[in-house]
């Protein structure tokens, strides 16, 4: 059955300076070199403020000044979302940013005199414990599926290589055929955050799994034309964002993982362990880390370039990554080695040593989770 392509919406032409203004910014980090995702963000919060001033009459940047905006600062610190909960300082933080270097933009443009958003202070945000799961809770989530259904067998391996590899959510929604090397144990993945490619150690049991969905679920699943991405839905086609976060927060919370030290209501997911594809990515990099691996393999897995505590990253080859992936990831291996049996690493660091990189590090991942909370 071929997958039916719907017609593109013709954008309307802009009706109001800002929204003309609006339409320029995005041309122009497009010309940057900003990911569509990254454009679909901004234009999604600064549309939220353009109709928002619209509302109130306002319709040219000239018209926006510092009270306006601390006007609309008090209006998302007040607003409620559907169930009634206010937005985290976090979504806040996030909506606030992209409107201060649209107008930043705006006054190197010159279409306006100064900027009226150059002291607006944006909310901050609270330190607040880590998303992480143990290895034995996250060994009952990836329980969780029904692998005797293609969709189950899907989302376990899913769920394998989220946990094995610790990538981002858009870094598995684009993985393709060619990207895996299943027999060397690696996965190529190309253009992730900052349009940087790089390679990964995936794991042996993870292995396994995708060995199994592409020989047994994915022939059932895919539809013509074929575009060789790996994940597909019942429908054949790639996942959305919102949607693959959907597939993996309902095992989360299936699995009801109970908060120590917090009581739990029968009826909610009060007092349980909440969380989706991030929270995969942030167990990842805290079980390696416990586990002895220095903070320079697990930055290189997760993609992060540069930390603020590190002023020279060293690279590191994937030959190294993947010695050090076996040697720290519980599940790197079909077969687990005895805690006891396991050699010293040459590379790893004492605690102390870690102590500085191994908060940055889980600062970045927090940010990050904020990042695509909003996404």
Known sequence: ?????????????????????????????????????????????????????????????????????????????????????????????????????????????????????????????????????????????????????????RDRTILEVFYSTGMRRTELLRLRLYDVDRESGIATIREGKGKKDRVVPIGDRAVAWLDKYLDEARSRLVVEPDDGTIFLTVQGEPFSPNRLSEVVRNYVEAAQIKMYGVPTDRSSSVGRKRGACHLFRHTMATLMLEGGADIRFIQQMLGHSKLNTTQIYTHVSIRMLKQIHSATHPAAQLRSNAAASRQPLATQQSAADLLPSAKELFATLDAELAEEDQA
């Open 1 to 153: 059955m071929a997958r039916v392509v719907k017609p593109l919406k013709q954008p309307q032409p802009p009706a109001t300076p800002l929204q003309a203004l609006l339409a320029e910014y995005m041309e122009h980090l497009e010309m940057k070199g900003f990911t569509e995702q990254t454009r679909t963000g901004r234009r999604s919060y600064l549309t939220m403020f353009e109709r928002w001033a619209a509302e109130r009459g306002l319709n040219d940047p000239v018209e926006i000044t510092r009270p306006v905006l601390e006007r609309y600062r008090r209006h998302m610190f007040h607003h409620r979302k559907k169930d009634g909960r206010p937005l985290s300082f976090s979504s806040q933080h996030a909506r606030l940013s992209p409107l201060r270097m649209w107008f930043q933009w705006m006054t190197r443009q010159n279409y306006l005199l100064h900027n009226p958003a150059s002291e607006l202070e944006l909310p901050r945000i609270p330190a607040q414990l880590p998303r992480v799961l143990t290895a034995t809770e996250a060994e009952l989530i990836l329980q969780q599926p029904n692998i005797t259904e293609p969709a189950g067998l």
